[in-house]
T-cell receptor, first 107, second 114 residues
Framework: GQNIDQPTEMTATEGAIVQINCTYQ??????LFWYQQHAGEAPTFLSY????GLEEKGRFSSFLSRSKGYSYLLLKELQMKDSASYLC????????FGAGTTVTVRA | DAEITQSPRHKITETGRQVTLACHQT?????MFWYRQDLGHGLRLIHY???????NKGEVSDGYSVSRSNTEDLPLTLESAASSQTSVYFC?????????????FGPGTRLTVT
């Protein structure tokens, strides 16, 4: 089975940087996804890490360490529209999601 | 444009009734998934399918069933609705084999069982 942990909530100021951590214990692992979900909407894909290291996509970066069972999503130059839940998901031929981290961006 | 749709978007039903939630995708994706989302639990997998006539149980499959008779549709049936099944239900689809490709989610169905 899978055990996936993320912080429940984080608050940051517009223009700042926030790092959302995800730790996991799993019997099978093929990669780790990050999804963004605005309130009342469907999740949308942000990133997928298979190998160790950092993947950068504009203001968002995602890091994976398979040996440590650890990933983080880094959001830079925060904007008000980044207020959302961020979901970490393990790929074990199907997805298992963490409970999500709600990020609130303040002006 | 290709898309994934769910219907109805909102449903109120009574305990014990059978309910079917529809999911339709026009991407020609092999894989389709049903999740429920409840506060504090995130998304939990109910059933999934890797192709026509293929269905598999997920983490929380009790009380739910699916069938896959074509590529585009994966309806989810609650055989006898219970109050514990009040939730938001998301359907998703992806290309390729297994879970190694990003999933595209439908807009969700909010189901209330009274």
């Amino acid at each position: 089975g899978q055990n996936i942990d993320q912080p429940t909530e984080m608050t940051a100021t517009e223009g700042a940087i926030v790092q959302i951590n995800c730790t996991y214990q799993t019997s099978g692992f093929n990669g780790l996804f990050w999804y963004q979900q605005h309130a009342g909407e469907a999740p949308t894909f942000l990133s997928y890490n298979v190998l160790d290291g950092l993947e950068e996509k504009g203001r968002f970066s995602s890091f994976l360490s398979r040996s440590k069972g650890y990933s983080y999503l880094l959001l830079k130059e925060l904007q008000m529209k980044d207020s959302a839940s961020y979901l970490c998901a393990i790929n074990d031929y199907k997805l298992s999601f963490g409970a999500g981290t709600t990020v609130t961006v303040r002006a | 444009d290709a898309e994934i749709t769910q219907s109805p978007r909102h449903k109120i039903t009574e305990t014990g009734r059978q309910v079917t939630l529809a999911c339709h995708q026009t991407w020609n994706h092999n894989n389709m998934f049903w999740y429920r989302q409840d506060l504090g639990h995130g998304l939990r997998l109910i059933h999934y399918s890797y192709g026509v006539q293929d269905t598999n149980k997920g983490e929380v499959s009790d009380g739910y069933s699916v069938s896959r008779s074509n590529t585009e549709d994966l309806p989810l049936t609650l055989e006898s609705a219970a109050s514990s099944q009040t939730s938001v239900y998301f359907c998703a689809s992806s290309v390729g084999q297994g879970g190694s490709y990003e999933q595209y989610f439908g807009p969700g169905t909010r189901l209330t069982v009274t």
